[in-house]
């Protein structure tokens, strides 16, 4: 197998059991949400990875073009993770909960 062949299958390998499998889990966490009746949603993965994104985008993108410095404080993610939560509710809370 060559350098390129594996490093192509670590990265499939890393992705399946990293953030698809985050992903999978998030997005059945949210099946039994909305089984509930407390989110409604047509397709849980795509929910599950627009919340991800929400809360990991910013902070993420900020310490790969920044660097550590740019790493946010406990009262940043606080503020940053409720503010995704609030976003994401605006769009898939169930509409008998709002």
């Given at each position: ?23 999978e889990v998030m997005g ?52 940053h993770a409720e503010a ?15």
């Amino acid at each position: 197998m060559s350098s390129e062949n594996r490093s192509h299958f670590s990265a499939k390998v890393l992705y399946a059991r990293g953030p698809a499998r985050a992903l999978e889990v998030m997005g059945s966490a949210f099946e039994q949400l909305a089984g509930k009746k407390l989110l409604q949603f047509s397709d849980s993965t795509v929910a599950a990875s627009q919340f991800n994104w929400l809360v990991m985008a910013d902070p993420v993108n900020r310490v790969m073009m920044l660097g550590d410095a740019a790493i946010p404080t406990k009262q940043e993610i606080q503020r940053h993770a409720e503010a995704a939560v609030a976003t994401f509710l605006a769009a898939f809370l169930h509409p008998e909960k709002r």
